[in-house]
Nanobody, 116 residues
Framework: QVQLVESGGGLAQPGGSLRLSCAAS????????MSWARQAPGSGFEWVSG????????YYPDSVKGRFTIFRDNAKNTLYLQMNNLKFEDTALYYC?????????WGQGTQVTVSR
């Protein structure tokens, strides 16, 4: 079955960095666009990045543009999110998402907390 397992979350100081990973299994990873989404306490979901199946194009909302980088290694079936210059407002549960009409899948999430 489809599995998406996130890792790499934790505690970081403002201005710090974290790299999230998402290990994918149970499907042909290289055939799917992927995204990262997050949910802060008391808030709805926010898409924070997206990447084409071949990695040729990426997407970022203004809230993270220039600070976050999404990339993937199709040979390792792994999706990454490099997060730099972290801000308090980046505190959230971060999810790896397989995109696709009628075939979307979500991981369990990894917590990122930005605090002094």
């Amino acid at each position: 079955q489809v599995q998406l397992v996130e890792s790499g979350g934790g505690l970081a100081q403002p201005g710090g960095s974290l790299r999230l990973s998402c290990a994918a299994s149970g499907f042909t990873f290289s055939s799917y666009a992927m995204s990262w989404a997050r949910q802060a306490p008391g808030s709805g979901f926010e898409w924070v990045s997206g990447i084409y199946s071949d990695g040729s194009k990426t997407y970022y909302p203004d809230s993270v543009k220039g600070r976050f980088t999404i990339f993937r290694d199709n040979a390792k079936n792994t999706l990454y999110l490099q997060m730099n210059n972290l801000k308090f407002e980046d505190t959230a549960l971060y999810y790896c998402v397989r995109r696709g009409l009628g075939s979307e899948a979500w991981g369990q999430g990894t917590q990122v907390t930005v605090s002094r």
